[in-house]
């Protein structure tokens, strides 16, 4: 049962635009969302999160937005740059408890 | 700082072998994780650890001991190989439970 979904695989989005990367969720217990980007032959890297007494939360050119009754969250990445090109997980984590549940990923590739 | 690294980084092993793969994290972090990754299926939790001495169950864990014996260590363990256990290895740490940070990974091919 994939309580973290990440339904698209890939996404090329021309350098300069916007990427939008999309998350959804099904156990309605899970309170905080993080988004992790991870290179090739690196570990995954932290890099933004939201609670769910938040609706947006942003961080340069990152933004992630949380629709809680959709159980839906998106990572907005404007400007695209090269450099954003890499595989982002998203992951949430459930009231009171220690463990994260992760996605399977979205490998993004900015196109210059 | 360092951060979380990972010893060793890649291996390759024969079905039935054992090893250790040793995670060390010098944040002074309570919390510490195993995870595998394999393709198309995202990140695994296979045990992980509140604090020293302390060891859980994650959602994979058949097949793998763990032991946490110093705060800073997580050690993961494979007491026979198979090769369905060819994989990467990501160990991770956090103070909380939030954010937590990732080593670079253990590239394990079992034959």
């Known amino acids: 049962d994939q309580q973290v979904k990440q339904n698209s695989p890939s996404l090329s989005v021309q350098e300069g635009r916007i990427s939008i990367l999309n998350c959804d969720y099904t156990?309605?217990?899970?309170?905080?969302f993080l988004w992790y980007k991870k290179y090739p032959a690196e570990g995954p890297t932290f890099l933004i999160s939201?609670?769910?007494?938040?609706d947006k939360n942003e961080d340069g050119r990152f933004t992630v937005f949380l629709n809680k009754s959709a159980k839906h969250l998106s990572l907005h990445i404007v400007p695209s740059q090269p450099g954003d090109s890499a595989v982002y997980f998203c992951?949430?984590?459930?009231?009171?408890?220690?463990?994260?549940?992760f996605g399977t990923g979205t490998r993004l590739t900015i196109i210059p | 700082n360092a951060g979380v690294t990972q010893t060793p980084k890649f291996r390759v092993l024969k079905t039935g072998q054992s090893m250790t793969l040793l995670c060390a994290q010098d944040?002074?972090?309570?919390?510490m994780y195993w995870y595998r990754q394999d393709p198309g299926m995202g990140l695994r939790l296979i045990h992980y650890s509140v604090g020293e001495g302390t060891t859980a169950k994650g959602e994979v864990p058949d097949g793998y001991n763990v032991s946490r014996l110093k705060k800073q260590n997580f050690l993961l363990g494979l007491e026979s190989a198979a090769p369905s256990q060819t994989s990467v290895y990501f160990c991770a740490s956090s103070s909380s439970q939030e954010t937590q940070y990732f080593g670079p990974g253990t590239r394990l091919l079992v034959l």
């Open positions: 939201i609670s769910s007494i938040k």
């Open positions: 992951a949430a984590s459930a009231i009171s408890t220690e463990k994260l549940t």
């Open positions: 944040m002074n972090h309570e919390y």
């Open positions: 156990n309605s217990m899970f309170d905080y």
